[in-house]
């Protein structure tokens, strides 16, 4: 006797069946910025594919550009990300211009990178501009950071850590720290309450390190994650948790309905995963940051496949933490 097969439905047929139509983008809250991919890290788990030796960096004309627009549409927050944005030399530049026009600012920054030599004055320099600082810390122990990120990628986090608490980073009102965990493997990220409330009493009584919120994200299966799941033959088992745990209370609050990603080269993406898998934004709308319109890009058809069930498993994920 044959056996039914249970056919797997896609990214897009779970939307179509849960909401009744594809996804559409709702609002323009957040520019996320790609300034680059070079990075002082080569992280296993990193989506991206960062290295020290990558070589794309946004230049001064594109981030003119993101300035006129984070101007004309009043967004709420410009998220800079990379690679490690430290490295791209316009970065103070940008960071002042946006500061100006009283644009609120945010870098993703990966804490090692503000321990070498030309970044010294880098911490000053957020705190001046009160610059919301979000900071990868995948454990509170040694040996698992230093595993996913690197040897000696500990210590080094938690003297910049130091650093950015001396400063008033995660301790004074205006100089919010974040820290962002995701899991050492395979699996979904715990509850994020719980596992912040561990992170506060393991990192105070270990270093007497204070930070604000934990911002819990699930791993996506791309870029270097996506090989190291391959190689250990785990990718059909991941990608199978990631669909079998598929929660429908996550599908409103997905990061693409109120962002967008610009690239290097000012290319629009509806986020960095897309970005990651150069999936630009739908054709219909414009494509680069160059012919900016927001009466086309809100409301456009959000670009899916099946990598975004990484955003919608368990609790769910954005670049802000879980959505339910
Ligand atoms: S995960 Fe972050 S710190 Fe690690 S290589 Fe990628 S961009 Fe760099
Ligand atoms: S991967 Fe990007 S496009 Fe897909 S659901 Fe997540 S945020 Fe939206």
Aim: proline share 4%; with cysteine.
């Amino acid at each position: 006797m044959s056996k039914a097969l249970s056919v797997k439905k896609s990214f897009d047929e779970q939307i179509l069946i849960q909401i009744g139509q594809p996804l559409y983008n709702q609002s323009l809250e957040t520019i996320q910025v790609n300034v680059g991919l070079k990075c002082n890290q080569s992280c296993e788990h990193c989506h991206v594919s960062s290295s020290p030796k990558r070589k794309e960096v946004m230049d001064w004309p594109v981030m003119e550009k993101i300035l006129e627009v984070a101007k004309e549409t009043k967004c709420k927050l410009v998220d800079i990300t990379g690679g490690a944005p430290e490295l791209n030399p316009n970065l103070r530049k940008f960071i002042s211009a946006l500061s100006k026009q009283g644009q609120k600012v945010q870098v993703r920054t990966n804490l090692t990178v503000l321990l070498e030599p030309d970044q010294e004055t880098m911490i000053e320099f957020f705190s001046d501009n009160k610059v919301k600082l979000v900071a990868s810390l995948p454990c509170y122990l040694q040996e698992n950071v230093d595993k996913q990120r690197g040897l000696g990628v500990y210590l080094a986090s938690i003297e910049a850590l130091k650093r950015l608490n001396k400063a008033g980073y995660g301790i004074l009102p205006g100089l919010i720290l974040d820290l962002v965990y995701n899991p050492l493997g395979s699996f979904l990220p715990p509850d994020q309450e719980k596992l912040e409330k561990t992170y506060k009493k393991e990192l105070w009584e270990m270093h007497k390190i204070q930070f604000n919120q934990l911002l819990t994200i699930t791993n996506m299966s791309i870029g270097r994650f996506s090989s190291d799941l391959r190689k250990q033959s785990k990718s059909n088992n991941y990608k199978e948790l990631l669909e079998n745990t598929f929660n429908t209370g996550t599908i409103d609050r997905l990061m693409c309905l109120s962002q967008i990603e610009v690239d290097w080269d000012g290319n629009l993406y509806d986020c960095d995963f897309n970005l990651a898998l150069r999936l630009k934004v739908d054709k219909q709308v414009p494509q680069n940051i160059k012919d900016f319109d927001i009466n086309l890009l809100k409301g456009r058809k959000i670009v899916t496949a099946n990598h975004c069930f990484g955003c919608t498993a368990g609790r769910g994920s954005s670049c802000a933490g879980a959505l339910a």
